[in-house]
């Protein structure tokens, strides 16, 4: 009975502050949720933040929403199409087809090969083709509605997303090191580890159609954003083509997909994924200050929801928010200014002249929310 065993399997550790982390951020985007739901009551209509902020207080505050859930969606989609990527080259790795691993990586970062080598990026295929199905399959006929927009912010709602996200973080880094975890594809790193190669499969394609579907909501959600702003003068009235076979807004479509691509095929997940998070806390702690001005200053507004327990609510939750926007590095700090001084320059130059609402050219005639045409199917 002497002898040593054939495998050494060593165990890690989990570590409770990747955990703690998921915590806190479920309680300050689940007290931002709360201040979105008081939105979405008072203004039903696709669009998003940015509708609400037109609606209740106004056109320069609704500008720097819009552009900031730009920012959110368009490069939202170019992570999750990087991180799409990563399972899917997991997955064909699995099946004996190996992708060039030059073009599996943006340039400025290597790549591990099955052997073990390292070869240098040049652009993340993957990532850019699976960008353009899902734009392809919007293009074609994916309709939305107010109730349709509702029930997407439902599925994200938090609680059972939190306990499932905790559970696989502990057991991920149970199975490896926390520092092996900061890659596109952490459950491919994880399953792999086990040793457990008939799950390995059945994982990854999982991942990949969870995905997808969220490739699809947030480029639809991007799109719907550029028509609401361009109907509203602030953005060039191209953006509010309606396709007349789909009834679709194909341009906005092209646009979105033609830049996700071409962020997603030459910039790292790092990157990616830091500028995606400050974009989406900045939209929540405005969303949360925004709920506490309007409380003010149109008090008998019809709410068929209230924020409970204002001003505390929506004064935490931006406060949290904001609390996880310090931890982000100088660098996305300064993309972002980058990116609201770009957003503020197009709005004096462009923008503010040719907002309709606020210039009262549609004075005589009903006076629609953002999203209403393309909600209704017609074609501007």
């Given amino acids: 009975m002497s002898g040593k065993p054939d495998k050494l399997v060593t165990v890690s550790r989990p570590r409770p502050a990747l955990v703690l982390s998921m915590v806190i951020s479920a309680v300050g985007c689940a007290l931002a949720g709360l201040c979105y739901a008081e939105f979405a009551a008072m203004v039903p209509i696709a669009g998003s933040a940015y509708t609400y902020a037109y609606a209740t207080n106004g056109e320069f505050v609704a500008w720097i929403i819009g552009g900031d859930l730009m920012l959110e969606y368009a490069l939202g989609v170019s992570t999750v199409a990087v991180g799409w990527s990563g399972y899917f080259v997991s997955f064909m790795r699995d099946l004996g087809i190996q992708i060039p691993a030059a073009l599996t990586a943006p340039m400025g970062t290597t790549v591990t090969t099955a052997t073990g080598a390292t070869v240098p990026g040049v652009f993340n295929l993957p990532a850019a083709c699976i960008v353009a199905i899902v734009a392809t399959l919007l293009v074609i006929g994916i309709k939305e509605s107010a109730n349709t927009n509702a029930a997407l912010v439902l599925i994200k709602s938090l609680v059972l997303c939190t306990v499932i996200y905790i559970a696989v973080a502990i057991v991920l880094t149970g199975i490896v090191s926390y520092t092996k975890l900061n890659v596109a594809d952490p459950l491919a790193v994880g399953i792999d580890a086990t040793g457990l190669h008939w799950l390995a499969p059945v994982v990854k394609v999982s991942a990949l159609f969870g995905l997808f579907s969220t490739m699809l909501a947030q480029m639809l959600g991007q799109t719907r954003i550029f028509f609401s702003m361009a109907t509203d003068g602030l953005l060039p009235r191209v953006f509010t083509r309606v396709h007349r076979r789909f009834r679709t807004p194909h341009v906005n479509t092209i646009l979105t997909a033609t830049v996700c691509a071409l962020v997603s095929g030459f910039t790292p997940i790092a990157v990616l994924g830091e500028l995606v998070s400050i974009g989406t806390l900045l939209a929540f702690v405005l969303v949360c200050l925004g709920v506490v001005i309007l409380r003010r200053t149109a008090p008998e507004a019809v709410r068929p929801f209230r924020t409970p327990w204002v001003p505390w609510v929506p004064a935490i939750g931006g406060l949290m928010c904001l609390a996880q926007m310090i931890g ?20 004096f130059l462009f923008g503010r002249r040719h907002a309709a609402l606020v210039r009262g050219t549609r004075a005589g005639t009903p006076v629609q929310f953002p999203g209403a045409q393309l909600e209704s199917g017609a074609v501007p």
């Fill in 328 to 347: 982000l590095p100088l660098e996305t700090w300064l993309r972002l200014l980058v990116w609201l001084v770009a957003g503020f320059a197009i709005y």
